[in-house]
């Protein structure tokens, strides 16, 4: 399955791009909840993010297959709404969350441990599924989406 990138973003012009989707369950402390994620890998469309969005779904949000694992850095530039950023591992699990980035904000955040997928959701998502560091992460169609 895929979306086109932008189509209902407000994005800056540009023709909209087809970007594979998937589904990540995180186990958390209230259960099993599932997003529903746009999955991107190539440099520029991680660069690009959800920039420009004005609406992202309730149970949405976008999984960074960042190919290396690496303490990573995550800023708001561009963005216009508030998100929650989940560092996932190599096996699945979570390694922190960065709660309520601020819309336009450029300072670039981390937490501090190294990470291979971050998965960006709509801000309080994160607190109100109890996920947080060690919440055990699946992946279902990511492999697929990737190619």
Do not use: C
């Amino acid at each position: 399955m895929a979306i086109a990138a932008g189509s209902d973003s407000g994005s800056s012009g540009g023709t909209a791009v087809a970007v594979p989707t998937a589904t990540v369950q995180l186990d958390g402390s209230t259960g099993t909840s599932s997003v529903a994620v746009e999955v991107v890998a190539s440099p520029g469309l991680i660069q690009k993010g959800l920039m420009y969005r004005k609406f992202l779904p309730a149970d949405g949000g976008m999984l960074f297959l960042m190919g290396d694992e690496d303490d990573h850095y995550f800023w708001m530039k561009n963005t216009l709404i508030a998100l929650d950023i989940v560092f996932i591992t190599a096996d699945k699990s979570v390694a922190g969350v960065l709660e309520n980035m601020q819309p336009h904000d450029t300072t670039s955040k981390g937490v501090g441990k190294t990470s291979l997928y971050v998965l960006e959701v709509n801000s309080g998502w994160t607190k109100t599924h109890g996920v947080g560091a060690g919440t055990k992460v699946r992946f279902e169609g990511v492999e697929a989406a990737a190619r």
